[in-house]
């Protein structure tokens, strides 16, 4: 009897088994669909990615320019008070006193100017992807600000990337940003010291040379 009920169990287990259908319970079935795909790495492509700029500009200029003018002018002439108009051997106007004129002028201008502007940035600022263009170019734009023991420094960079420049870390070197756009203010304690003051901004209006 004992045997005949098992029996019967292990048939109602077996179809149960049977009829009921089995979930693997994958854990690909289970992720959202924001999550990245196995095989995606973290180089920006998307409106919201993010990249580095590494900056690294170096500009130098040395303009002179040098220039010699220079004029003379001798002049002179030379009257004996002799008109000589005559008629019938008669001289029809009266002699005149004679006269010698002399003229000399000099005129030169000399001049010279020398330019020479030097100047070397070098950092590393990150980047957010704010516009596609339609070739897949990347529109980016960034700000950093730093404040330390008073000093600010504000750096803004803007400009258009390359899909293709940027390396597998995700970095851009500045050279191949194209309108690349870099501006950085200094604020704070430092400022004053890195500008003219204005008794001397006032001469340098006011000079005419």
Known sequence: MKTSHLTLWI??????????????????????????????????R?????LTIKIAEDSSINNKAKRDLQKQTDRSTTFDGELDITTNNHNLLPRIPSFNMTAASDNSLSSKADFKDQRSFADQITVVVVDILPNRNLVVTGTRNREIAGDIQIIEVSGIVRPSDISFSNV???????????????????????????FGRFLDVVSPF
């Not at 009829?19 to 319970?25: D, K, M, Q, R, V």
């Not at 998307?46 to 993010?50: F, K, L, P, S």
């Open 46 to 50: 998307n409106i919201g990615d993010i």
């Open 11 to 44: 048939v109602l287990v077996t179809l149960v088994a049977l009829i009921t259908p089995c979930s693997a319970g994958s854990i690909w079935s289970k992720r959202t669909n924001n999550a990245r795909a196995l095989y995606t790495d973290d180089v920006a």
């Open 172 to 198: 851009v070197e500045s050279q191949y940003v194209a309108n690349f756009r870099i501006i950085s203010r200094n604020a704070g304690i430092a400022e004053p010291f890195n500008r003219p003051g204005w």
